[in-house]
């Protein structure tokens, strides 16, 4: 870093603000994905809105460009930094502003953790719908940067759809305020969904104004087994239909991730034998038992089922949920190369037999198992590069989103770009989309100093 930027900073910030070298911390060198750790310049912990616009400011005279950074949960390198970056920790930017009960919003600040987000909803008798599982390490501010899905987004959304306002520190240091309490407000351009899902390259999210819902009541959750993948897309319709769209989740695994997740967690006693092509584990919220069941009664009805088990109590409900969640084992039993797609509902599962297909012509032993929130067209796919010795992350990248453009998809569900996926979204993004996705980081960020070199390459 230019000794005079590094002056300037140390003139604005306390000293306990600026780390260096041993003092900065391996966490703040890369985020939970496969990269490797870097040193950057220096880490900066800003406490306060106008530092953060002090900091870009004097960056910007610098030309030295900054990596915002929130709990580093993500999984596709966008917060980890490169050596001849500073990193800005929003860490400290941490608290909720206000609760407006008669608006049903939270104004909080970036550095906030979702699950202190989560709890203080509950606290004041309301709920705010969005939730991972990183949910007690990843911050508000960064899952309003990666546009975050998670559990609940075929009931609520994406974080997009719970951001009502936003203030954020553009490229040239200026405090943009785009704060709204309102549902309704076409005043002009939506600038703050520039922002959301920018991933820290057009500005630095400082506080967000959330949408809160009620509290959803009670769950029902139950697993069901089918031979069609067509019956689970019925079944998706005619449980939303029945329930009043009150679905929380719908979560498909198919068999092979099904037997090896059941000979993971339950191996002697499985909630349903492994013989069926198809398992949806659905929960439901705020809808009673009995409605519950009358509608599951009627996919059994119209042969969209062949089994099913109900959970009838928390134990039993935490056991279904530990077999969708085996994705957790995953770095501990495999070696998983991980995939976050989307595609259209209704091809889903012939995207999945093409691609394995072409997985098992190249490598005709590797491991490759499927899951996903289908009701969001959200694919999960991962093949455990120790099922052949000669899998590289490289080839199976190719393969599979070549697969994903012939199909009309898109390489990134819900877990961003970054640099991991940064050179594959022309798979799914067209050039002229490409151009102009360019076209507005230059407008915004004319010195290239927010997060260079993540998303798109100018
Ligand atoms: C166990 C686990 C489960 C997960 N489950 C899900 C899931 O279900 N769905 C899902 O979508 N993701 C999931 N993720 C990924 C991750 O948690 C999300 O991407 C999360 O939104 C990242 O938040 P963060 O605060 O950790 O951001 P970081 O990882 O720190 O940063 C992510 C990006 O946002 C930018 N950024 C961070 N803060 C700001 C800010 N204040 N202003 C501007 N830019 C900023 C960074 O520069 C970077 O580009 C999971 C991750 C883990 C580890």
């Excluded at 703040?28 to 220096?42: E, G, H, I, N, R």
């Excluded at 038992?289 to 599951?296: D, G, I, P, T």
């Excluded at 032993?365 to 010795?389: E, K, P, Q, R, Y």
Aim: proline letters at 4%.
């Amino acid at each position: 870093m230019n000794s005079e930027c590094l002056k300037e900073l140390q003139e604005r910030l306390k000293p306990e603000q600026i780390r260096q070298d041993d003092a900065i911390d391996l966490s703040y060198q890369k985020d939970w994905s496969s990269c490797s750790p870097v040193l950057p310049m220096a880490l900066l912990l800003p406490e306060n809105v106008q530092q953060v616009s002090d900091i870009i400011k004097i960056c910007a005279k610098y030309k030295q460009s900054v990596v915002p950074q929130g709990g580093r949960t993500g999984l596709t390198g966008a917060a980890r930094p490169s050596k001849a970056d500073v990193c800005i920790s929003l860490e400290k930017l941490n608290g909720i502003e206000e609760i407006d009960i008669q608006a049903n919003t939270m104004t909080v600040l970036a550095g906030t953790t979702l699950q202190t987000v989560q709890e203080k909803a509950i606290a004041a008798e309301r709920y705010f719908p969005l939730d991972l599982g990183s949910r007690g390490s990843c911050q508000i501010g960064g899952t309003i940067a990666t546009n975050a899905g998670g559990n609940n987004v075929i009931r609520f959304g994406m974080m997009r759809n719970l951001v009502l306002g936003l203030e954020v520190v553009t490229a040239s240091g200026e405090i943009l305020n785009l704060q709204n309490k309102m549902l309704k407000n076409n005043a002009g351009y939506d600038l703050k969904q520039l922002f959301i899902g920018s991933e820290g390259t057009l500005g630095i999210i400082t506080k967000a104004t959330l949408k809160l819902t009620p509290i959803p009541g009670d769950a029902q959750t139950a697993l069901c087994a089918f031979a069609r993948y067509e019956d689970g897309v019925a079944l998706l319709h005619l449980m939303q239909k029945e329930l009043n769209q009150n679905i929380h989740a719908f979560e498909m695994m198919w068999q092979d991730f099904y037997t090896m997740s059941c000979s993971w967690s339950c191996p002697d006693n499985p909630p349903i034998e492994n013989e069926y092509a198809f398992y949806v584990l659905i929960e439901s919220k705020g809808v009673s038992e009995e409605v519950f069941h009358q509608s599951l009664e009627k996919a059994f009805e119209e042969e969209l089922i062949q089994n099913a088990v109900i959970a009838s109590s928390l134990r039993e409900r935490e056991q279904l949920w530990t077999i969708r969640e085996a994705t957790s084992e995953f770095p501990v039993k495999l070696s998983p190369i991980n995939f976050d797609i989307s595609l259209p509902i209704g091809s889903i599962n012939e995207f999945v037999q093409t691609c394995r297909l072409s997985l098992l012509e190249r490598w005709p032993n590797a491991l490759v198992v499927n899951f996903g929130h289908i009701g969001d067209s959200n694919l999960h796919l991962a093949v455990d590069a120790n099922s052949d010795v000669n899998i590289t992350e490289e080839e199976v990248d190719k393969i599979v989103y070549q697969c994903v453009e012939e199909f009309k998809g898109s390489i990134s569900a819900e877990h961003g770009v970054g640099t991991l996926k940064r050179d594959y979204l022309h798979h799914s993004v067209s050039p002229q989309a490409l151009d102009m996705m360019a076209t507005v980081k230059k407008a915004l960020d004319p010195f290239n100093i927010l997060n260079p070199s993540k998303v798109v390459l100018i």
